[in-house]
T-cell receptor, first 114, second 113 residues
Framework: AQSVAQPEDQVNVAEGNPLTVKCTYS??????LFWYVQYPNRGLQFLLK??????LVKGSYGFEAEFNKSQTSFHLKKPSALVSDSALYFC????????????FGSGTRLSIRP | NAGVTQTPKFRVLKTGQSMTLLCAQD?????MYWYRQDPGMGLRLIHY???????AKGEVPDGYNVSRLKKQNFLLGLESAAPSQTSVYFC????????????FGPGTRLTVL
C-alpha cells in the first residue's frame, strides 16, 4: 500500500540550531515528493519539491531536503532555525501516473524556542 | 491577484442540512482539488477536477458532490451533512497534476452538530 510517514508529531529545536523534520514514503514507481508548511489558520504553502535530478533540493525560507532512494526518505532540513519557522509541516508524495494518488503525511509540528 | 479564495470561512450546520462551499482561483489553473484536514490525519483528497466540466473521485468522496462549470470555480456540496463531516476543508489548484505546485486557499472550518 502506498503511504507517507512522518514519525514525529512534534520537533522542538532551539533558535540557531539545525533542524530536521523526517519523512519516509512507500510507493511503487517513481515518486514526486513535496514539502508544505501550514501556519495557524492558513492554508498550506509550498516549500520545495523533488522531481528528478540532484538529490538535494533547495526551497523557500532557507529550507532544503534530501531525497534518499535507498532509504525511501525525504527529510526536511535547515541549518539554523528561526522562531518564525514554528509551524506545521507536511510531507506529500504524488505518483507520476495519477492526480488522485496524492498522499499527505500526518504532519509534524515544529516548535522553535528563542 | 487573489490566488485561491474560499467562501465561507466558517459554517455551523445541523445534521441533515445541505450546503455548498465555493472555491475560486484567478491563476487560470486547469487542475483543482478539494481536501479535508482532520487532526493527526494530514490532508485527504475528496474530489478533484482536471478541467472545466470534469470531476473525479479522490480518496474520501462519499457524502460529497462537486461541480466545475467554470474553469475558475470548483464547488463542493454536502447534500445531507453528518457530524463525521466536521472538518477543515481546503481547496487547491495547480497548472498540472504531475509536477507543479499546488496553491491552497485559506480553508473553511465546518462544524456539523
Amino acid at each position: 500500500a502506498q503511504s507517507v510517514a512522518q514519525p514525529e508529531d512534534q520537533v522542538n529545536v532551539a533558535e540557531g540550531n539545525p533542524l530536521t523534520v523526517k519523512c519516509t514514503y512507500s510507493v511503487s514507481g517513481n515518486p514526486y515528493l513535496f514539502w508544505y508548511v501550514q501556519y495557524p489558520n492558513r492554508g498550506l504553502q509550498f516549500l520545495l519539491k523533488y522531481i528528478t535530478g540532484d538529490n538535494l533540493v533547495k526551497g523557500s525560507y532557507g529550507f532544503e531536503a534530501e531525497f534518499n532512494k535507498s532509504q525511501t526518505s525525504f527529510h526536511l532540513k535547515k541549518p539554523s532555525a528561526l522562531v518564525s519557522d514554528s509551524a506545521l509541516y507536511f510531507c506529500a508524495v504524488r505518483l507520476y501516473s495519477s492526480a488522485s494518488k496524492i498522499i499527505f503525511g500526518s504532519g509534524t509540528r515544529l516548535s522553535i524556542r528563542p | 491577484n487573489a490566488g485561491v479564495t474560499q467562501t465561507p470561512k466558517f459554517r455551523v450546520l445541523k445534521t441533515g442540512q445541505s450546503m455548498t462551499l465555493l472555491c475560486a482561483q484567478d491563476m487560470n489553473h486547469e487542475y483543482m482539488y478539494w481536501y479535508r484536514q482532520d487532526p493527526g490525519m494530514g490532508l485527504r483528497l475528496i474530489h478533484y477536477s482536471v478541467g472545466e466540466g470534469t470531476t473525479a473521485k479522490g480518496e474520501v468522496p462519499d457524502g460529497y458532490n462537486v461541480s466545475r462549470l467554470k474553469k475558475q470555480n470548483f464547488l463542493l456540496g454536502l447534500e445531507s451533512a453528518a457530524p463525521s463531516q466536521t472538518s477543515v476543508y481546503f481547496c487547491a489548484s495547480s497548472d498540472s497534476h504531475l509536477t507543479d505546485t499546488q496553491y491552497f486557499g485559506p480553508g473553511t472550518r465546518l462544524t456539523v452538530l
